[in-house]
């Protein structure tokens, strides 16, 4: 039987997404109707970022954002930014692990939720879908903390540690 009085320090790890949600959602057709008749091929931008805050000792919002500019020459088609939200339980993870799994981990989790979406959106606006490529988000946490650590010598990506906890 496992025993009752455990301290916070003997306490098992405990993680998991509380809930998702949109947190903003915009889509704007800036040059409709006449970019309709346009017949050449659209070319796509897409930006991802990534950040979040603490909500309470072991409570995190992580965000995943991303913003889709599609042009047909120097004119814009649709711009469509999308804001994919969740909150995460995080208690007794080691202080070096929290960074990591808030910035790696919850987003990859956040991710699929953006992908439809953004994808829902688009066609909402009865153009074809446009469906955003699989993210590393590993690769992007190590590149935020290279350019932190040009930049000073903690090894943290900045998202959202909490005070003291390094």
Known sequence: MPEQN??????????????????????????????????????????????????????????????VTTRINDKVLYLVELSQAGIFE???IPAEQLDPLLGIVCPTMLYPYLRANVADAITRSSL??????????????EQRTSQADGKEQKQDSGLIIPPGAR
């Open 128 to 141: 074809p879908p446009l469906h955003l490529t699989e993210m590393n988000f590993q690769a992007l946490y």
């Open 90 to 92: 995080a208690s007794n």
């Open 6 to 67: 455990q301290t916070p320090d003997t306490q098992e790890p405990s993680f998991g997404l509380q809930r998702t949600y949109v947190k903003d959602m915009s889509l704007e057709m800036p040059n409709a109707p006449a970019i309709f008749l346009d017949q050449e091929a659209p070319s796509v931008e897409v930006s991802i970022q990534v950040g979040g805050q603490q909500l309470a000792e072991s409570v995190f919002e992580s965000v995943v954002t991303a913003t």
